[in-house]
């Protein structure tokens, strides 16, 4: 299934409106018995609390809203509650520079990425202070886009992630996000759902 965000981010509307009507369709019989959605793309996830909303008729979007979560918001909630204990290994002070998805900025989504970053014993994590990575989904890519991509980047990400020693970890829950990294400064940036994953495999 596919939220529909790739269509939508290059105006392609009715093919966003039908993704979004399919994976909703698809969907509803397990959230209506009481599931919850959760995914690893913010900004797929925050479609369904904004775009999803208009696309198709409101009725069809509202057993949604309440429902969908970015995996570190599940995650987050779950560890304040006490309903999850991570056996993480203690990573020694070893440094996390985290980049913050623009969805998950402008949706104030960016708490939880940091309590479950922070939930790793002995992960130092800084916040790069920057704006948008100029990628914005496929967009970046596009001939006529890609210089201003390319100087957004250059804005404050790309210098703050050069200025990272060679093991310091990159994180960064966008896809996009990380393509840019990658292809800017050659840098690999991981999901947090990989920190986690390291963590736990050293235990």
């Known amino acids: 299934m596919c939220c529909g965000r790739t ?86 002070g070893k440094i996390a520079h985290l980049h913050g998805h623009c969805h998950q900025k402008a949706f104030a989504a960016m ?31 596009a001939a006529e886009n890609i210089e201003v991509s390319r100087k957004m980047a250059e804005l404050s990400l790309l210098p703050a992630v050069q200025k990272a020693q060679a093991d310091d970890l990159l994180v960064a829950d966008g896809t996009s996000c990380r393509h840019q990294i990658h292809d800017g400064v050659g840098r690999e940036d991981v999901h947090v759902a990989r920190v986690l994953d390291q963590a736990l495999h050293k235990s």
Do not use: W
């Open 7 to 92: 269509y939508l981010a290059s105006g392609q509307t009715e093919s966003a409106r039908a993704e979004a009507k399919r994976s909703l369709d698809a969907l509803r019989p397990f959230v209506e018995r009481g599931a919850r959605v959760v995914g690893l793309e913010p900004s797929c996830i925050i479609s369904f609390r904004d775009e999803m909303t208009v696309l198709p008729p409101a009725a069809d979007t509202e057993f949604t809203q309440g429902n969908t979560l970015i995996f570190n918001e599940f995650l987050a909630t779950n560890l304040k509650e006490g309903k999850v204990h991570l056996p993480l290994a203690d990573q020694g």
């Open 111 to 141: 708490g939880p990425v940091e309590t479950v970053l922070r939930s790793v014993p002995g992960l130092e994590l800084k916040v790069i202070e920057s704006s948008c990575c100029g990628m914005s989904g496929a967009s970046g890519y």
